[in-house]
């Protein structure tokens, strides 16, 4: 598959997580309490598919080959772009921290909970924008078919290297994940 799609579908994917999160946030809201478990599997699937898959893809594969090729001109777009996952990251052992009190009933971790999972989704919806709408047309019109190619090839051997169905077991877990806010109803 084109590697720009590839990582296009793993944006649906990871927006589809997002408001799964941002509903267990309002159930929180509303004086209801997801399980703590949601908040373990939310983490979980942001530290693997979202950060050590999809993201070590843009960033260590993508990132560097269109900087070689464009030479410093988009270092910056590349700076933020950067910065984003790595404030993402820092956001998700936010969330991490506080699930251990959220499950005590502390209403401290309950309040910072609901604050990184805010900042966590707000950050990662445009993040995943700017991605779609900006930058990956940016890199279609830098990569020609060749390194098209080449990329595809380098995103295969990831994919194998992480068993070959983590975007299957990944799917699996975010329709679990929305299946128990629904019969929390
Ligand atoms: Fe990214
Ligand atoms: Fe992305």
Do not use: C
Not at 85 to 90: K, V
Not at 108 to 123: F, W
Not at 160 to 169: I, V
């Amino acid at each position: 598959m084109d590697p720009l799609e590839t990582l296009t579908n793993e944006h649906g994917l990871i927006r589809q997580y997002l408001d799964n999160l941002t509903l267990a946030a309002g159930h929180i809201e509303d004086g209801r309490r997801p399980p703590g478990a949601f908040f373990k599997n939310a983490v979980e699937f942001s530290r693997t598919f979202a950060d050590r898959f999809h993201h070590f893809k843009e960033e260590h594969i993508l990132f560097v080959r269109l900087a070689q090729k464009r030479q410093g001109e988009i270092d910056a777009q590349l700076e933020a772009l950067r910065h984003q996952h790595e404030r993402g990251r820092e956001l998700v052992t936010g969330i991490a921290n506080a699930v251990e009190g959220y499950t005590a009933d502390d209403p401290n971790a309950t309040v910072a909970l609901l604050e990184h999972i805010g900042a966590y989704t707000s950050l990662l919806r445009h993040h995943i924008h700017t991605e779609d709408h900006v930058f990956f047309p940016m890199a279609r019109s830098t990569l020609d078919a060749a390194e098209m190619r080449e990329l595809e090839t380098e995103y295969l051997k990831i994919q194998a290297k992480h068993g070959g169905n983590t975007f299957e077991r990944s799917h699996k877990l975010v329709v679990d994940m929305g299946s128990a806010l629904t019969h929390m109803r």
